[in-house]
């Protein structure tokens, strides 16, 4: 019997340990790792993986059991078979991280996004934190991009226009280099 991919996403309440569970359990039931980010979001937690499941287990049965987990009753549980092969992907080799950090606005990502489409650049990872200061909410992204080598300085230089005209101050790093 073939082994199958699919994505596991669980959104619960964060506590210590949480990915141990999770990942201990999956390992236990010889299902393989690939891909995997965990964020805290809000008050919770999501854990994302594309895992390589055995046959055998079916995915409501692996969300039963992912569900019976100690502090997991109530969490969000979702397991859903991929079907990716032969599609076309972005490069996604990372040239730059770059990181932006300002007062937080509707938008914002938005705006930000859009730069990289003109220069064929890809958005490899991305994380935001919202935290509340005195000043009001200030918003933190980091992302890790793949930006075609003769459009990055372009790209970057178009950003970084983006972001001042956000109010946001713009860090951005070649990696490499």
């Known amino acids: 019997m073939a082994n ?12 210590v340990g949480l990915i141990s569970l999770l990942t201990g359990h999956l390992f236990d039931r010889g299902i393989d790792l690939g891909d995997t980010s965990f964020a805290r979001l809000g008050d919770g937690g999501e854990f994302s993986s594309v895992l390589d499941v055995p046959a055998d287990i079916a995915e ?16 969000e ?4 078979r991929l079907n990716l092969a032969n599609s076309e992907t972005p ?23 859009e ?14 934190d ?3 200061t005195p000043d009001g909410a200030i ?4 992302l890790a991009v793949n930006i075609p080598p003769d459009r990055a300085a372009s790209c970057l230089a178009a950003l970084g226009n983006t ?13 490499g280099d």
Not at 4 to 15: E, I, M, N, P
Not at 77 to 80: G, K, N, V
Request: hydrophobic fraction near 45%.
């Open 77 to 80: 549980i979702d397991i859903r």
């Open 4 to 15: 199958y991919k699919a994505l596991l996403s669980v959104f619960s309440k964060d506590r």
């Open 130 to 132: 919202q935290s509340t």
């Open 60 to 75: 409501d049965t692996l969300s039963a059991e992912l569900r019976s987990l100690d502090g997991l009753a109530d969490a």
């Open 91 to 113: 490069p996604t080799d990372i040239t730059h991280m770059i990181q932006c950090k300002g007062p937080d606005q509707p938008g914002l990502l938005a705006r930000l996004s």
């Open 139 to 142: 918003f933190v992204t980091r």
């Open 115 to 128: 730069v990289f489409i003109d220069f064929d650049a890809n958005i490899v990872d991305l994380k935001s």
């Open 163 to 175: 972001a001042e005209s956000l109010g946001q101050h713009l860090i951005a790093d070649a990696i």
